[in-house]
């Protein structure tokens, strides 16, 4: 029950582009080592109950080895439960651009109907505006490209390879921010 209703019908899969929650920045500490802060840890179980409400539970997760990001991804996999896959951190989706994470995405093995993948600004604004197609929900595109906030969380629908997703051939259906 990975894919929405009809995505597996008609062979598209599904990515999930999910930046981190509010983050703190204690002294001392390096950007990498920054925990999510008190709101982060409010905020983050509800993209996780935003996506089982939406009925989208990944196959893979791939995440930015940050700590911020591994906290995000550790709420959000406690509210998918026994569906939750391990995730796989990749350091590469740290300080990567839109090109360097796209092509972690393109690594992804076919079997993998949803994949999400929970990393950082700007990149996670800058891939969206890369691969969001003509036929993208116009309003969520405007609304992902003039703001985005922590937690923000972009759907795209995919008829293609993994390998070889590159530029406006993902339709992009949703740009939501959960919040409790």
Known sequence: MSAPAGAERTGEKTLLILRHAKSDWPNGVSDHDRPLGGRGDREAPVAGRW??????????????DAVRTRQTCTWVCSELGEKAPTPYLDSRLYDADAAAALAVINETEEQVRTLMVVGHMPWVQDLGMRIASVDSDEDAVVRMAEHYPTLGLQVFRIRGEWATLDGRDARMTHFVVPRP
């Open 51 to 64: 996506l089982v409400e939406q009925g989208l539970y990944p196959d893979m997760i791939l995440c930015s």
